[in-house]
Each structure stands twice: as structure tokens, then as C-alpha cells.
């Protein structure tokens, strides 16, 4: 069983449009949450962390519910600029697990 | 601002040939990995340190071998290159928040 598990789309999505991407883990010992941005052929880098209260931070809202064991993220207000793979990441200690990534492509 | 530096960016092996790929960071960070990216299967963990001197695997480690002789650099070497090696390698530090900062990768052809 994967670690981390992701829908990996594709979400085809209107500017503008609201948009919502899941993620379960398997482990409980799961210690930290973060959702990454990997465009086309470049390195992943951090959208945001994601902590048990939730955050939030401009357009994009992420959710952590431990009991359940799944991670969200809600993109509000869509832009062009937003297309790209986002990755789902847990942290166990030293090592770190990552979803295969689901596609968005926000069209006009 | 470097941050993770990886070299090379491409690389063109046959099978049996050694390589090594190289990775820096300067921000101090003690922990730092290597991943391969292969389609449909996401980001796995190679190796990792935790410190100069401190090595350990990941997921995938096989066929692959890992130093750490400072804090700045950690080299990936590949003994003996096998076209199940074909991937995009990244490698990684963590920073004190816990996040990870990723080199822009160096993608591997074993032919």
C-alpha cells in the first residue's frame, strides 16, 4: 500500500473556478504536511505547509484531518498562472513520502 | 541565493558506466536526500543524511551509493548504471521549518 495517495487527475478547470484536491495517507505516526507545486519539467517547491488547525494563505486554503487521515487543498479564484502538478508530502522522522501528484490546468 | 545546486542537469550513460551526481546547498542545513522522479510514481527517497558523516537509505537505495563529507555537499553515485536507472534525480535539504528545497534536478539516460 502507497504511503501517500493521490487522485492524479486531471482537474481541466475555468479561470476563475474554485478547485478542490484530496490526499489520504496510510501511516498514523505521520508527523508533517505540506503541499508542493512541480510545473512542467522543474524542481517541486513549497506551496505551504499544512497544520492541524488548517491555514490559509491568499487563494489557497489546505486542511488536515488526522483522524481520517487526508489532507486537502482548495484553490479559490483560479488563475491561469495556477496550472501545474501539486504534490502531497508527509513527513514520518527523517523520511519524507510523496503523492504521485494531481494535474491542473486552468483554462480561460 | 544558490540554495541546492545539482550538476549535471543532463546526463548520457550505457549500461555498467559509473557516474556521480553532485549536490551542494549554502544554508547550513544538516539534513539532505536524494529522490528519483519517474512518471506515475511520484518522488521516492534514495538516501539520506542527517549530518556530516551520518548516511542512511530510503525506499530505493539499491544501486546507488551516498557520502557525506561535509555539511555543503552530498554526491549520489551510481556504481554501475542500469536502464532502470533512467529517471530525474532531485536532491534536497531540509530547513528549519521542515521543509525540503530542491535542486532544479539532473535527468539520467542509461542506454
Known amino acids: 500500500r502507497k504511503e501517500v495517495e493521490q487522485d492524479p487527475g486531471p482537474f481541466n478547470v475555468p479561470e476563475g473556478a474554485t478547485v478542490a484536491f484530496n490526499c489520504t495517507y496510510s501511516?498514523?505516526?505521520?508527523?508533517?504536511f505540506f503541499w508542493y507545486r512541480q510545473d512542467c519539467r522543474k524542481e517541486p517547491k513549497l506551496l505551504m505547509s499544512?497544520?492541524?488547525s488548517g491555514n490559509e494563505d491568499g487563494r489557497f486554503t489546505a486542511q488536515l484531518n488526522r483522524a481520517s487521515q487526508y489532507i486537502s487543498l482548495l484553490i479559490r479564484d483560479s488563475k491561469l498562472s495556477d496550472s501545474a502538478t501539486y504534490l502531497c508530502?508527509?513527513?514520518?522522522?527523517?523520511?519524507?513520502?510523496f503523492g504521485t501528484g494531481t494535474s491542473l490546468t486552468v483554462i480561460p | 541565493n544558490a540554495g541546492v545546486t545539482q550538476t549535471p542537469k543532463f546526463q548520457v550513460l550505457k549500461t555498467g558506466q559509473s557516474m556521480t551526481l553532485q549536490c551542494a546547498q549554502d544554508?547550513?542545513?544538516?539534513?539532505m536526500s536524494w529522490y528519483r522522479q519517474d512518471p506515475g510514481m511520484g518522488l521516492r527517497l534514495i538516501h539520506y543524511?542527517?549530518?556530516?558523516?551520518?548516511?542512511d537509505q530510503g525506499e530505493v537505495p539499491n544501486g546507488y551509493n551516498v557520502s557525506r563529507s561535509t555539511t555543503e555537499d552530498f554526491p549520489l553515485r551510481l556504481l554501475s548504471a542500469a536502464p532502470s536507472q533512467t529517471s530525474v534525480y532531485f536532491c534536497?535539504?531540509?530547513?528549519?521549518?521542515?521543509?525540503?528545497?530542491f535542486g532544479e534536478g539532473s535527468r539520467l539516460t542509461v542506454l
Open positions: 534536497a535539504s531540509r530547513g528549519g521549518s521542515g521543509e525540503l528545497f
Open positions: 501511516n498514523s505516526a505521520s508527523q508533517s
Open positions: 499544512v497544520y492541524s
Open positions: 508530502v508527509v513527513n514520518i522522522g527523517n523520511q519524507f513520502y
Open positions: 544554508m547550513n542545513h544538516e539534513y
Open positions: 543524511s542527517v549530518g556530516a558523516g551520518i548516511t
